[in-house]
């Protein structure tokens, strides 16, 4: 994390380089001296941040570093900041550029005598590091937390291959399947990778099974394989030579160790090439590991096989899939009950949990989220407490983050969830640290991104924007099992992230410890002093609000605060924050504190109460993105066009009074004449046109745009947008809106649309589906609302390569749709919402081979079930909004419906009424269940549907 502070202010030292700041005499020496000690210091702090942990002095020595290197930011930024002030214009502006003129000189003096304090405080860190020397450099020769702290960690390991079996617990089908692949597997060699994150108990799970006697019995040669404690391709080699010598009770000629890896490599293929083996590799992290010893496996065509076990996802896939069919098992957590049973064998040896220690337990239980050893690790510290105690069991439960740092019995739980961590490179420690900010619960994948990108996290790549640069960061850390997904859109998209619930108490604690974020919450009445992030939880204690330097302060968050005044917390301000995030704070009024914020790249205001935006929102020449969904803002400023660096700008707002959500009523802002000239714009949603505005032609300056929304075209707007949209070459998302609802949207004239469009929302009357929807080839999601076509738009569509979500919402005018034979092929979301004259749906036999939902609403002549729904195999629901009764009575599971056959196989199907005010819901799938029709006004939940449906 050092390395990384470091490296940030060396980008800030080479931009003062490059812009020839004028610095007083000498102040250039500071800077050049500063830049070369900083770049002796990046050379081998990447290592030693992995070597802090276990090592004090050597954690301290980073601490200075890494202090030394904010202490300078502070300064160049503080200069910058005073040299770059908008002075404004006229006589005014002359009169306040010579006074700042003079300030920009005693600033060039006090920056002067800051980086002589700061190098002379540099020289007294490297002075130190003769002390250090040993350590340093084996960190500098690449050394890992594998070296330095492998005892205790390979003991635990050891643990997990001589565990009991009554010390595991939710192995068994793992087991019988794993066993399966290696004993069913055909005469093929084939490789079957274990994959989790760390403590979910992959060594476990695959020692039960190598040691399995159906396992024993099938391979004759089997070897197990410690990768981890391998620390070169040649020892992994030696290390398997010396395994299979003891598999096989027989000796190697001699020599081995003088032996080249290429003769290694022949004398194990050698020795399996006319056995059927087994090879474990456990604990792989890297594919060069696995590359070491691939060539060296013979495919003799006996059934042999390869398993290993990884945290990563791309090594497990890669290894598995490379060559020859192979298998890849996620591991996944434990169920609830069975985190129950191993929690209380291990807490109350075996004994149930009193009634009065249920509550606090169970708390716990959930925050080890079915991670066996996190189970394991904090109920053995629980069951050394008093039972009789409750005080002492609740304190684990409210600082389970201090129990993980100072309880020694929880030191090994720690250690492997630090492996993953500090295997990470330099730029994502950063970037996962980050995540430590937010409360529990999901995280919005976009807001991460523009986040990271605000912070400076993410490196610029040639031919790649910033934004997809940020999402190879996500996929890697996901990747590594360090995120879990948290939801997921139909198109299989990423909607939010959420991290393990220790995994996210160890990178707070890290996150404090090196000062790079800090949490207060309302129970907490420790402030920081010098963190560069603080995020807000709770509503605080008023004692609190008092007077506090906020001069390092670059991040501010708040997250359920009642209060939401800057001054309130802060009255001396922060003037060097990038990141100001209130989305959701109790704010009526815009912040105008937040137009002095000079360096702000990132500014939400998302879901406040907020109206009118100033002017002065224009001196905010470095920011980035603009957030201002879900408030009352309809109007911005025209200063918002000397936003020159503004890539995100999201102004809109539902309208959550319609009950059928899934064609929301949005509300955007007014446009204006200029918008050309944001040249950086990536996303903007939802410009309202107008007749006197010229913003429709403007649109095609905006060559960076990947999202546009537009709302209140008019027909006669269309061949302006055609225009413009040719030349929106890199446009992802596009949703155009009518003025009205018998409006015509007229595209035809598009003659080349963007090649890359993945999502298109058409809302308004169509004369025809415009003859381009066909060729786009990545399209993923398409919206058609008040279409009114005449002829069958499914024609058009149906030949979609990757369409996976569909809904149509009036958008067709006859009686009959047809979905042929073969077509859809990966449609997975079918909507059909107000077709006012469909009398008949019908699916043929090959149709929608994936659909998994259909939403069939406000169809009122439509009277059947559609023909062939019982042909769509993977439909795991169907919901029936507002439909007639006649269609619901066919489906009586009474035997009387005539139509129930035909959705017998789908998991849920319910119908739903809108009537007066509230929801009605008759869920066919319950009173399947029940055999029976319950009374009306009676609640049913069923075991399989999680909605608690009301008749």
């Given amino acids: 994390m050092a390395e990384s502070a470091v490296s940030f202010l060396l980008n800030k030292l080479a931009s003062l380089v490059e812009n020839e700041v004028q610095l007083v005499k000498g102040g250039w020496e500071e800077i050049l001296f500063l830049r070369w000690e900083l770049e002796r210091m990046r050379a081998f702090l990447r290592d030693a941040d992995a070597l802090e942990e276990s090592d004090e002095e050597l954690k301290i020595w980073v601490k200075q570093v890494r202090d030394v290197a904010h202490d300078a930011e502070d300064a160049v930024d503080e200069f910058t900041l005073l040299r770059d002030l908008d002075h404004g214009e006229g006589f005014y502006g002359s009169i306040n550029k010579l006074c700042h003129s003079v300030k920009n000189v005693k600033a060039s003096y006090r920056i002067d005598f800051e980086l002589k304090r700061i190098n002379s405080r540099i020289r007294s860190i490297f002075a130190a590091r003769k002390r250090l ?147 474990v590799l456990d604990d792989i992290w890297h594919l060069h590991e696995w590359e070491a010893v691939k060539y060296a496996l013979p495919n003799n065509n006996s059934g042999s096989k ?404 537009i709302m209140k075209l008019r027909k006669q707007d269309g061949p302006a947008l055609c225009s413009s949209i040719e030349r929106l070459i890199n446009l992802r998302v596009l949703s155009i809106k009518s003025t009205a609802e018998d409006e015509e949207i007229d595209l035809q004239q598009l003659s080349s649309p963007p090649r890359f469009l993945e999502r298109l929302y058409l809302t308004g009357r169509l004369v025809e589906l415009p003859h381009w929807i066909p060729s786009l080839r990545s399209l993923g999601r398409l919206f058609l609302k008040w279409s009114t076509l005449k002829g069958d738009p499914l024609v058009y569509l149906q030949d979609l390569p990757i369409l996976v979500h569909l809904e149509l919402l009036q958008a067709f005018d006859g009686n009959t749709l047809h979905f042929r034979a073969g077509k859809f092929k990966k449609l997975k979301f079918l909507g059909l919402d107000k077709f006012d004259k469909l009398e008949s749906v019908e699916v043929g036999k090959g149709a929608m081979p994936c659909l998994e939902k259909l939403i069939i609403q406000r169809c009122n002549s439509l009277f059947k079930v559609p023909s062939g729904v019982e042909h769509l195999t993977e439909l795991k629901g169907i919901e029936f909004f507002d439909m007639p009764n006649e269609l619901i009575m066919k489906l009586s599971p009474d035997g009387k419906g005539e139509d129930y056959w035909k959705v017998a196989h789908v998991p849920e199907v319910c119908s739903t009424y809108w009537r007066d005010g509230g929801w009605d819901v008759y869920s066919i799938e319950s009173f399947r269940e029940r055999e029976k029709t319950p009374p009306a006004g009676t609640v049913v939940r069923s075991h399989r549907c999680r909605t608690l449906w009301k008749v």
């Fill in 306 to 709: 390869v398993m290993l076990t990884t945290r990563k996802a791309d090594v497990a896939s890669t290894a598995a899939c490379t060559h020859y069919r192979g298998e890849v098992y996620n591991l996944m957590p434990l169920a609830r009950n069975e985190s129950w049973d191993l929690f209380c064998v291990k807490a109350f040896q075996e004994n149930s949990c009193p009634p009065y220690l249920f509550e606090i337990c169970d708390s716990i239980l959930r925050k080890c989220e079915g991670l066996p050893l996190a189970i394991v690790a904090l109920s053995g510290v629980l069951a050394t407490k008093d039972k009789r105690r409750i005080d002492e069991w609740d304190v684990i439960r409210r600082s389970l983050g201090a129990e993980l740092h100072g309880n020694d019995k929880l030191e090994d739980l720690k250690r492997v969830l630090y492996l993953s961590f500090n295997d990470l490179p330099y730029y994502l420690k950063s970037c996962f640290l980050y995540l430590s900010i937010f409360p529990e619960g999901p995280i919005k994948r976009m807001r991460i991104i523009r986040l990271w990108i605000a912070e400076g996290f993410v490196n610029a790549k040639e031919g790649w924007t910033l934004e997809e640069v940020a999402e190879d960061y996500l996929n890697e850390l996901l990747n590594r099992n360090l995120f879990l997904v948290a939801t997921e859109k139909s198109d299989c998209r990423i909607k939010a992230y959420r991290i393990h619930g220790l995994l996210r108490e160890i990178i707070i604690l890290k996150s404090r410890h090196q000062n790079f974020a800090s949490i207060v919450k309302a129970q907490n009445s420790i402030w920081p002093d010098r963190t560069r992030r603080l995020s807000l939880h709770g509503a605080l204690p008023s004692h609190e609000r008092h007077k506090r330097s906020a001069y390092q302060l670059r991040s501010f968050f708040m997250f359920g605060v009642e209060q939401s005044s800057l001054r309130t917390y802060f009255p001396v301000g922060f003037k060097l924050l990038r990141v100001f995030d209130m989305e959701g704070a109790p704010l009526k009024k815009f912040p105008v504190e937040v137009v002095d914020l000079y360096y702000l790249r990132y500014l939400s205001l998302r879901k406040t109460k907020v109206k009118t935006i100033p002017r002065s929102i224009g001196k905010l020449k470095n920011l980035e993105t603009l957030d201002l969904k879900h408030t009352m803002v309809t109007e911005l400023p025209r200063d918002i066009l000397k936003l020159k660096k503004l890539r995100h700008l999201l102004v809109y707002h539902n309208d959550t009074s319609v009950p059928y959500a899934h064609f929301n009523i949005k509300f955007g802002f007014k446009e204006f004449s200029g918008i050309g000239a944001l040249t950086s714009l990536q996303q903007v949603c939802f410009l309202e046109a107008n007749e006197a505005c010229s913003m429709i032609s403007e649109l095609r300056n905006l060559n960076q745009l990947r999202r546009l929304g």
């Fill in 133 to 279: 020397d040993h350590k340093l450099d084996i960190a500098m020769k690449g050394s890992s937390l594998f070296h330095s702290s492998g005892n205790a960690w390979h003991d635990q390991r050891d643990d997990a291959l001589l565990l009991d079996n009554t010390d595991l617990v939710g192995v068994d089908e793992p087991k019988k399947k794993l066993i399966r692949w290696l004993v069913d597997g055909g005469s093929v060699r084939k490789v079957i990778s274990v994959t989790g994150m760390g403590g979910m108990g992959k060594t476990a799970l695959v020692k039960k099974v190598f040691d399995d006697l159906e396992v024993k019995t099938y391979f004759k040669t089997r070897v197990w394989i410690t990768v981890s404690q391998s620390y070169s391709q040649e020892e992994l080699l030696k290390e398997f030579i010396l395994s299979l010598n003891f598999a096989m009770s027989r000796s190697f000629e001699k020599g081995v160790d003088n032996m080249s890896i290429d003769e290694m490599k022949v004398l194990i293929k050698k020795y399996l090439q006319k056995r059927r083996y087994l090879v």
